[in-house]
């Protein structure tokens, strides 16, 4: 299994532009989660999406930033318009339906707004 | 909700030597715990978990916690580390709602 996709690994980007962060889960799985790590405040959940249904979003920090989940296989968290205090590395993870069942995690997105 | 607390930022160690992690979490109701790892510039990895049944875990590399209820701890430890431990690990609690919430996450730098 290829395991959870995320493109662009790297971003950068000036202060205003609208930036859109991509992920695919890994196949079969039916939760996925986007995150932000920075070092200022560690890891954050932002949203979180079960059977492509938004089920928790109050991690979102304000409506500059919205995500979707059109079908099973992708995912999009977009920014806009975007800020320097947006930098961060952005994380992807997906999960199987079950009990117990452990979250796997995109290799992330490096964005930089300057 | 809950709360992981990682007592300890960075933790420098000799190679060989054993090293300990310390994971305190608050939370009311039953809990699953998680430790993962990131290596430098990539995502986390799961190192292990305790869902239930015996409190003491262990993964493939060496790494082993345990849960102790009572002190809501569920403390990292490796007898004998390898440069390639050198990374930053992270303690994280869900419950029912599989939602985790993670840790500050402790550095681990091993040095020769």
């Known amino acids: 299994d290829a395991g959870v996709i995320q493109s662009p690994r790297h971003e950068v980007t000036e202060m205003g532009q609208e930036v859109t962060l991509r992920c695919k889960p890994i196949s079969g799985h039916n939760s996925l989660f986007w995150y932000r790590q920075t070092m200022m405040r560690g890891l954050e959940l932002l949203i979180y999406f079960n059977n492509n249904v938004p089920i928790d979003d109050s991690g979102m920090p304000e409506d500059r930033f919205s995500a979707k989940m059109p079908n099973a296989s992708f995912s999009t968290l977009k920014i806009q318009p975007s800020e320097p205090r947006d930098s961060a590395v952005y994380f992807c993870?997906?999960?199987?339906?079950?009990?117990?069942?452990?979250?796997?995690f995109g290799p992330g997105t490096r964005l930089l707004v300057l | 909700a809950q709360s992981v607390t990682q007592l300890d930022s960075q933790v420098p160690v000799f190679e060989e030597a054993p090293v300990e992690l310390r994971c305190n979490y608050s939370?009311?109701?039953?809990?699953?715990l998680f430790w993962y790892v990131q290596y430098p510039n990539q995502g986390l990895q799961l190192l292990l978990k305790y869902l239930s049944g015996s409190t003491l875990v262990e993964s493939i590399n060496g790494f082993e916690a345990e849960f102790n209820k009572s002190q809501t701890s569920f403390h990292l430890r490796k007898p004998s580390v390898h440069i390639s431990d050198t990374a930053e690990y992270f303690c994280?609690?869900?419950?029912?709602?599989?939602?985790?919430?993670f840790g500050a996450g402790t550095t681990v730098t091993v040095r020769a």
């Open positions: 994280a609690v869900s419950g029912d709602d599989y939602k985790l919430s």
């Open positions: 993870a997906s999960r199987a339906r079950g009990w117990g069942e452990t979250q796997y």
């Open positions: 939370s009311s109701v039953s809990v699953y």
